[in-house]
């Protein structure tokens, strides 16, 4: 008679097939929390020694149901689900669905409003790129520049803070524009932000662009072709790096993009190095695009004109009846909306951040799709590190910039 | 940037290869639309990669859609193409029956269409013929209905403590 503990020995016994002990092949769970997953994704690797030879991926481990949330809430309190899409920069996400709103009303921005959107939108571009590269770096072994950079990052998101008062998931601007004009402490952070980040920002790219390390680790890690790459629907900077240079700022230019000048930079491999050199220079044609938006800010209003969707201030609210009646409208969500449907798309941190909204003219969507980007470039990964080592692996996932929040919805 | 191609000229080329397939052409904000019939999608979307003057090779989105009232048409899948040499983004949808919600998957021809279909089988519980691995992607693998439909209502319908109807819920 065998004891318990002589059971459960024999049991495990059973289960070390010859693909676990003996033979070559072995199977290893990569995630679902693991430090070098940044997020909550679990890959299922068999591994022959280091070389990975097939993946499976779970998802949905922090699925929150967003469409359906969507279909029950009013417009206006859409945008913070947008934040917790993509949080790294979450502006981007919430002026897409206020673009998108404005879009189906047919609502004209005025121009500053415009320009200051473009303003903060390439900021939280830069937030997003900077961590990216930073976590490559870290994942290559070098701590040093990702908390270097971080100091910028904060130096971003304390720029968020005066124009909306939240930091990470910033619930930024309203339908319409902003809640405010830009303060003269915004003013003064952005100056000085815009004469210390291009010093900071080379420092860290000398620390590791040129960098024999990064470069051998990096070169030939998680490659994917031009063409793979647009059958899997990869956007933004990883289909960039692939050699495509296609940018919804440049070919559907949204918030008035047509006019600044800037560039696509693009890769040849499509390696984890590529797409780090694509962020790089995208950093560098942000800063670009912020120089040119904020000396030619125009004078103006920071507000469009649409009392129904825009919260009037409340010293009118206290004060005027057509005040009151608006704001009672507003956050109950009453305004009436056009029934139609509407395609927009922004350029996001990760590509084409796409909104798909159906209105049958009541008080919520109908139907709103969001198109995550990383949701559809990320079933690619299992095709890119095959036959890469899993040290490659945890690379190819940090250049790729899998967000959870965005990946799950 | 501009089009290379008007929403009429990309109307008439897909009508004068597939004219029984089409149901109604619409451009509502200046999006072509294009309502197809369920069996010909397959065939159109791969006409329309194929094609080398159109060159819409990009499957941009895939989702579905689901109205209740309309009978035998409950469940809508859309699809947003896109062509990046010609600037041009075409919105085909397709309608099908709640009681036998078949249509054929699309992944021989996008590889990026396989999780956007498991995602709308997941949400709507439209099956995709041919589909590799046609499961649950986001909710668990035990889940016995697709919530995204209408029937399912955000908030637990049998509540009695919470009264909204003067909120407009």
């Not at chain 1, 320009?115 to 770096?137: F, K, P, Q, T, W």
Request: with cysteine; charged share 25%.
């Amino acid at each position: 008679m065998s004891t318990y503990k002589e059971e459960i020995i024999e049991e495990l016994r059973f289960d070390q097939s010859k693909e676990t002990i003996d033979g070559d092949i072995a199977t290893l769970n990569l995630g679902p929390t693991h430090p070098a997953t940044h997020g909550i994704f679990q890959n299922v690797l068999k591994v022959d020694g280091e070389k990975i030879l097939s993946s499976e991926q779970t998802v949905g481990y922090i699925h929150r149901a967003f469409e359906k949330l969507a279909e029950r809430r009013p417009y206006n309190q859409i945008t913070p689900i947008t934040d917790r899409l993509n949080y790294c920069s979450s502006p981007i996400n919430n002026m897409g669905w206020e673009m998108t709103v404005e879009k189906l009303i047919g609502a004209e921005i005025p121009k500053r409003a415009q320009y200051m959107r473009v303003i903060i939108m390439e900021l939280s571009r830069i937030a997003d790129h900077l961590i990216c590269n930073s976590v490559i770096g870290v994942d290559t072994g070098a701590l040093t520049g990702f908390t270097y950079v971080f100091q910028q990052r904060e130096k971003i998101y304390e720029l968020f803070e005066e124009v909306c008062g939240a930091r990470l998931t910033t619930n930024i601007g309203r339908i319409g524009g902003f809640e405010r004009d830009f303060s003269p402490e915004f003013h003064r952070k952005l100056k000085d932000f815009l004469v210390e980040f291009p010093k900071v920002f080379n420092e860290f790219n000398s620390l590791l662009s040129r960098n024999r390390i990064f470069m051998d680790r990096t070169i030939g890690a998680g490659p994917i072709s031009a063409q793979r790459a647009l059958d899997y629907s990869f956007v933004g900077p990883n289909l960039r790096a692939a050699g495509v240079d296609y940018d919804v700022r440049i070919m559907e230019p949204y918030s008035s993009y047509q006019d600044f000048d800037f560039e696509i930079p693009v890769g040849t491999q499509g390696d984890t190095y590529d797409r780090f050199q694509v962020r790089q220079e995208e950093v560098r044609q942000s800063l670009k695009i912020i120089h040119q938006a904020y000396n030619n800010l125009p004078e103006g209003d920071y507000k469009a004109d649409l009392p129904e969707f825009y919260l009037p201030p409340k010293e009118q609210v206290y004060n005027n009846m057509e005040a009151l009646i608006y704001h009672f409208k507003i956050v109950m969500g009453e305004t009436p909306i056009p029934a139609g449907e509407v395609y927009h798309s922004v350029e996001g941190g990760n590509g084409e951040l796409g909104y798909y909204l159906i209105s049958d003219g009541g008080r919520t969507p109908y139907r709103l799709q969001f198109r995550r980007p990383c949701f559809i470039y990320y079933q690619a990964y299992p095709e890119m590190i095959t036959g890469q080592n899993i040290s490659d692996a945890v690379l190819t996932l940090s250049s790729l910039n899998v967000i959870a929040g965005e990946l799950d919805a | 940037m501009k089009s290379n191609l008007t929403n009429e000229q990309v109307a008439e080329s897909i009508k004068a290869q597939f004219d029984e397939a089409i149901i109604s052409v619409d451009t509502p904000y200046d999006f072509l639309t294009i309502e197809v019939e369920a069996s010909k999608t397959y065939s159109i979307i791969e006409w329309l990669k194929n094609n080398e003057t159109l060159q819409i090779n990009f499957l941009t989105n895939l989702g579905g859609v689901h109205y209740p009232e309309s009978t035998d048409r409950e469940l809508v899948v859309v699809y947003h193409l896109h062509s990046m040499v010609n600037n041009f983004r075409l919105r085909l949808k397709t309608a099908l029956p709640i009681s036998n919600p078949e249509i054929d998957s699309i992944v021989k021809i996008y590889d990026g269409a396989n999780w956007m279909e498991r995602e709308t089988y997941d949400f709507y519980g439209i099956i995709f013929k041919g589909h590799p691995n046609l499961t649950r992607i986001l909710n668990e693998d035990t889940m016995d209905y697709f919530p995204l439909r209408k029937e399912y209502h955000l908030e637990d319908a049998t509540r009695e403590d919470k009264d909204d109807r003067f909120f407009g819920r």
